[in-house]
């Protein structure tokens, strides 16, 4: 069951790209903006829209991790945004100073991809914001591309029909017909299936074009071998051109949405239809599922964003583990780990923990070195951000299994205390709780109500040395129960 929970009509003109993060939604149109929405409540955040384009702003998309998002327009430009606060970090100018039609993230982060009008399709490295590498489609404006979930390949569509297949060096690896009128959007899912012959894994990739069609194909994405390419099924519903495509998130639905005004909702699978939204007035340009949780986003040249809420069975919408107490972690399945992961943000990741068989146990085990060397994430910011999570995770096993003692505990937020400080009182807290406290204008004190004669906070080391010396014991008594 689809229903449509909100409608955004904000922008002055036809909307043409919705985008996702963890926590907002960016919407982007002919009217020279980007809109940033809190998924909250939808409602628009204090820094949009977001001005910088001088022409039409055909697509945007939010990094990994959702720190970035990324514009481009007929103004020849990509564009880079800071999502805390809406501040411009990087202007990239296509070299041929095209109307640039398509930009997307690697899965994490280490480049972002523009392709344009003219065909150029160009490889910004997201640490210098530099140009990396460039190329050109053979034929046609490049309108389409997605990323391999590990990262190491591309694919682009264009006008004139083609797939390519790019490596991350710009290498062409490969290129097919897919739409005898011209390709419109591609994208790839992030979970492999098996062929159920071989014993390969490959990736659903969809794409959809001016022939009315919606068309499923696997690929594979092989070191040695190169990629491989086979065609799976043609989706049909759409009696007009279809604009957009997206997966949800576990690949087993996907949405298109067409010059039909309509909205289909495939099983992916079997190709059945499981919904047909059709409340846009005039063509639909855009689509997209959120990553974790059960919303889906339709955009129009009606001006409109309809936002949609239905029934699934995501890992992340549906199976999230809600209390890890629930199941001991080093018990938890693959699955477990993927809506694990899905709740904490790190979506993009669960392909690569999947294909490495992380359950419970190896999530518990991981170090900056099997992240590195192993999994080969190369983004210490990334790296970092695991291993605070599965740090969190240890100490959320803790608290469940045994009682804490009561002095290691914050006295404002009752949570175990990782950065312990001394006010003035005399009391312990945990730094950011009694800094948030003295920042909201209370210069009294937490535990006795009396006036804090200085703000001045000293770090309680004897304290932290106590509560890590605790958690280690507590871990190695775990391990052997």
């Not at 190491?152 to 897919?178: P, Q």
């Amino acid at each position: 069951m689809a229903t449509l929970i909100h409608t955004l009509a904000d922008h002055s003109d036809d909307v043409n790209c919705c985008a996702f993060s963890t926590s907002l939604l960016a919407t982007c149109s002919l009217d020279k903006t980007v809109r940033i929405y809190s998924l909250s409540d939808f409602t628009e955040l204090s820094y949009s829209p977001l001005k910088g384009h001088t022409y039409a702003v055909h697509c945007c998309c939010f990094s990994p991790l959702g720190h970035l998002l990324a514009s481009c327009s007929t103004d020849g430009t990509t564009m880079v945004w800071d999502t805390r606060d809406g501040q411009v970090l990087a202007v990239l100018g296509q070299p041929s100073g095209s109307p640039v039609r398509v930009c997307r993230f690697s899965p994490e982060s280490t480049y972002l991809v523009s392709g344009a009008a003219d065909g150029s399709v160009v490889l910004w490295n997201m640490q210098s914001l530099k140009l990396y590498r460039s190329g050109t489609v053979k034929d046609g404006s490049l309108v389409a591309c997605a990323f391999s979930p590990n990262g190491n390949c591309f694919v682009t569509g264009s006008s004139w029909g083609d797939i390519t297949i790019w490596d991350d060096t710009m290498r062409c690896l490969y290129n097919e017909k897919a739409h005898d009128l011209g390709v419109t959007c591609c994208d790839i899912s992030s979970q492999p299936i098996s062929d159920g012959e071989h014993g390969s894994r490959y990736f659903q990739m969809a794409s959809c074009g001016q022939d009315n069609k919606v068309k499923v194909w696997l690929i594979l994405f092989a070191d040695s071998l190169g990629v491989e390419l086979r065609y799976k099924c043609t989706l049909s519903g759409h009696s007009a051109p279809v604009l957009a495509c997206a997966f949800s998130y576990d690949g087993q639905m996907l949405v298109s949405g067409s010059v039909d005004k309509c909205v289909i909702i495939y099983e992916t699978n079997t190709g059945n239809i499981l919904h047909t939204l059709s409340q846009h007035t005039r063509y639909v340009t855009t689509c997209v599922f959120a990553p974790c949780t059960a919303l889906l986003a339709t955009g129009s040249m009606d001006k409109t964003v309809n936002i949609w809420q239905f029934d699934s069975k995501q890992p992340c919408a549906g199976n999230t583990v809600e209390n890890e107490s629930e199941v001991a972690v080093q018990n938890w399945s693959e699955d477990d780990v993927s809506a694990w992961l899905c709740a904490q943000g790190l979506t993009d990741l669960v392909g690569l923990f999947k294909r490495n068989n992380i359950d419970g146990k190896e999530l518990l085990h991981l170090t900056k070195e099997s992240l590195t060397n192993e999994l080969k994430i190369e983004s210490l910011g990334l790296r970092s951000k695991i291993l605070q999570k599965i740090e969190e995770l240890r100490m959320k096993m803790v608290s469940v299994s045994v009682a804490i003692p009561d002095e290691f505990l914050c006295p404002i937020t009752r949570e175990l205390m990782k950065e312990p400080v001394i006010a003035a009182d005399g009391y312990s807290y945990e730094k950011e709780a009694i800094e948030n406290w003295i920042s909201n204008k209370r210069r009294s004190s937490p535990m006795t109500n009396l006036p804090l004669h200085s703000l001045m906070l000293t770090p309680n080391r004897t304290l932290k040395m106590a509560i890590s010396r605790w958690l280690e014991t507590q871990q190695k008594y775990g391990e052997t129960t």
